[in-house]
């Protein structure tokens, strides 16, 4: 991997076979033409259903885009205020900029697949940095939101509170199945302190009433499409679409998410400089969620006992001074992220100064120990990318429970990844870790509602398909 490679002028059309849109110059996008050499093929493929509704969804973006005939009429309503219109032939979704990385890249996967199920065009609020990070992903048009769109100084007062919100709307009486006029704009809150009136959003009656609207406002930090399985009208062309269930998220993100150049550069080479050389790759993703940085001996022993304990590393060779000294030794490479450098450190003294009862040598690398989470600054939420994208790289992915940082890591990898649990009490948890059921994200706030019984229900035991994560009990995942 990453020999030189030719990147002039266009793309071949292969679009009816390939998931990633053709059409693009490209210089403009490294990744998207580079990534092949750095991680091996997918084991799975997309359905041709899938691929026909990704270039129709292109065909749409590209009618109705920024700056187009149909997205000004369109956007003219919001700035008339009229109840009563014409139906618009464009119909939008607007995700609004929210949370960290992580999260933001499984929100925009959920909307995105949202805007394909009921036609509409997903347009992303630049926030401080999307348009740094990932290229454009559909050709001949933009995604990012125009910055003099009418409503985009209010999008950060938008809260669960909000007067304009479908959920708030139904609670005040201001829509409902029978009203004959609808406003021309719903702002959706599907943030994980929403309440029972915004979770009627994943109800069948609900959606007919908020399709409604040519423009819905949708802030979320959440990984919602396991619920949209669970929508009756929403489930036949879901199952079309995806076949093999766990494959969503992963299918969506290498389609969507590309580095730009600049973050392109991070990784490729880190790549070429440490892991290149390795027989084996294994990624290790440490999230502690605690207001205190310093690093843990708890989380330490734990990633020891869960990596030795389920043979993803080696164990030491207390009896020997020295092993198997041979040109055939296997060298591990081990790339660790954390905002701590304490981790890595310990993990390399360990077989620094101990060999291996394998014979192996271990490396270990980390990119950047930042220390805290800042969302708000650049170059902090390139790393944060850059570091996702190199554990998707990896052939071996242990990643921390609660964490969206390493969900997108072993969906666009697509690996299922060994779980660490989450400690209480600052102690090692029994059993240290666990392999996932799937390589799919968890929906960490889920609705728990029977939109025909009006009841409370377990949406985790409803179909074979979506079940409770492992981790974190009341979360779903698709299996
Ligand atoms: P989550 O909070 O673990 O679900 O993941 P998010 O990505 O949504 O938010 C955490 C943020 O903290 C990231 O976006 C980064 O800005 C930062 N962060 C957390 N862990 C790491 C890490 O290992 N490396 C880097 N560079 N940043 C991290």
């Given at each position: 991997?990453?020999?030189?490679h030719q990147s002039v002028g266009h793309d071949e059309d292969n679009s009816a076979t390939e998931l990633l849109a053709t059409g693009f110059e490209m210089d403009s996008c490294l990744s998207r033409y580079q990534s092949k ?18 270039r129709?969804?292109e ?76 290229c454009e992903p559909f050709p001949d ?117 590309h ?221």
């Amino acid at each position: 991997s990453g020999e030189s490679h030719q990147s002039v002028g266009h793309d071949e059309d292969n679009s009816a076979t390939e998931l990633l849109a053709t059409g693009f110059e490209m210089d403009s996008c490294l990744s998207r033409y580079q990534s092949k050499l750095y991680r091996k093929e997918s084991p799975y493929k997309p359905s041709a259903l899938l691929l026909s509704k990704l270039r129709s969804y292109e065909a749409l973006h590209k009618r109705c885009g920024p700056h187009t005939l149909s997205y000004n009429t369109t956007v003219e309503l919001l700035r008339s205020g009229h109840e009563h219109y014409e139906v618009s032939d464009c119909n939008y979704l607007v995700w609004i900029s929210f949370s960290g990385l992580g999260n933001k890249i499984l929100s925009i996967a959920s909307a995105f697949l949202y805007a394909l199920l009921t036609d509409r065009v997903l347009l992303i609020d630049c926030g401080t940095d999307i348009g740094d990070l990932f290229c454009e992903p559909f050709p001949d048009t933009a995604w990012l939101l125009p910055l003099d769109f009418p409503l985009i100084d209010q999008f950060h007062n938008f809260d669960q509170k909000s007067p304009q919100s479908y959920g708030n709307m139904l609670r005040n009486n201001m829509i409902s199945n029978s009203s004959s006029s609808h406003p021309p704009w719903t702002y959706l809150h599907l943030v994980h302190d929403y309440d029972d009136y915004d979770k009627l959003f994943f109800c069948d009656q609900d959606q007919s009433i908020i399709q409604r609207a040519p423009w819905l406002i949708m802030k979320t930090d959440n990984y919602f499409i396991p619920s949209l399985f669970l929508i009756p009208s929403f489930e036949q062309q879901l199952n079309n679409l995806f076949p093999q269930k766990e494959t969503v998220f992963h299918f969506l993100g290498r389609y969507l998410f590309h580095p730009t150049n600049l973050v392109w550069g991070l990784i490729a080479r880190y790549y070429d400089t440490y892991l290149a050389k390795a027989n084996e790759k294994i990624g290790i993703q440490i999230r502690v969620f605690d207001t205190d940085p310093r690093p843990f001996q708890h989380v330490f022993d734990q990633i020891v006992a869960c990596t030795v304990k389920e043979g993803l590393l080696p164990e030491l060779n207390a009896k020997e001074e020295v092993t198997n000294l041979g040109a055939n030794q296997k060298l591990k490479a081990v790339l660790v992220t954390s905002l701590s450098s304490g981790y890595s450190e310990k993990l390399k003294s360990m077989y620094w100064d101990n060999p291996t009862v394998t014979g192996e040598v271990i490396s270990v690398y980390q990119p950047s120990h930042e220390g805290y989470q800042n969302t708000e600054n650049q170059i902090h939420n390139k790393k944060a990318w850059a570091e996702m994208y190199l554990l998707s790289l990896t052939d071996v992915l242990v990643t921390s429970s609660w964490s969206t940082f390493g969900y997108v890591a072993q969906g666009i990898g697509g690996l299922k990844p060994w779980l660490l649990y989450k400690p209480e009490n600052r102690t090692v948890p029994n059993p240290p870790c666990s392999r996932d059921i799937s390589m799919e994200p968890c929906f960490h706030a889920p609705p728990f509602y029977d939109c025909k019984a009006k009841t409370g229900v377990d949406t985790g035991k409803i179909v074979p398909h979506v079940r409770h994560c492992q981790g974190m009990g009341w979360g779903l995942k698709l299996v």
